[in-house]
Every structure is written in C-alpha cells, then in structure tokens.
Nanobody
Framework: QVQLVESGGGLVQAGGSLRLSCAAS????????MGWFRQAPGKEREFVSA????????YYADSVKGRFTISRDNAKNTVYLQMNSLKPEDTAVYYC?????????WGQGTQVTVSS
C-alpha cells in the first residue's frame, strides 16, 4: 500500500502564499507521477497540477498557471505545491495524488482557505 500525507494548508489572506507538501511512504515504485487536485464545497474534484518522475513534464490547470509551482524531491518521496497570489476562489481541500501505471493513490487532503 501507499500512504500519502499532505501538510501546509491553512488560512491566508488574498494575495498571500502557502506551500503544500505531500510525503509518500509504503510500497515503492521505480517511477511514478505525482500531482495535486482540489475540491471546493459543492463542487467536483478538479485537477490542479502534475509532475512526472523526472520533473521533465509539468502540467497546470489554466486557473493556476503563473501563480502555482509544482516540484518534487524523489530522494524524499515528496511533492510540493508553491501557491502564490492566492485568491478566494482557490479555497478548497487540496489532495495529493500518486499515479503508477493505471492506479492512482490519494491523500486525505489539506484545507486551504483564502479570505478576501
């Protein structure tokens, strides 16, 4: 099994920054992609960002391009999401994901609240 533990969420004013971290443990794989999704109240979970094993392929949702930066440290099995210029519409529970072949594992989520 794979365990994903997110941290770094919290309450921040609009225009502020937060850095989310997600540490993976348990079963190991030779390579896997990692990413972030979010779910706001009353809405479906949506894609935020993803990064390949090498870091050579990075993807962002249009809504966060230019404001969020994803990175990873394979030695620590950890993925990060640096969130700058936060907006109230970024308020959501942020979930970490780890995908290997066709299976995706999920963390429990961390709350991010952006006040106006």
């Amino acid at each position: 099994q794979v365990q994903l533990v997110e941290s770094g969420g919290g309450l921040v004013q609009a225009g502020g920054s937060l850095r989310l971290s997600c540490a993976a443990s348990g079963r190991t794989f030779s390579s896997y992609s990692m990413g972030w999704f979010r779910q706001a109240p009353g809405k479906e979970r949506e894609f935020v960002s993803a990064i390949s094993w090498s870091g050579g392929n990075i993807y962002y949702a249009d809504s966060v391009k230019g404001r969020f930066t994803i990175s990873r440290d394979n030695a620590k099995n950890t993925v990060y999401l640096q969130m700058n210029s936060l907006k109230p519409e970024d308020t959501a529970v942020y979930y970490c994901s780890l995908t290997v072949v066709v299976r995706t594992y999920w963390g429990q989520g961390t709350q991010v609240t952006v006040s106006s």
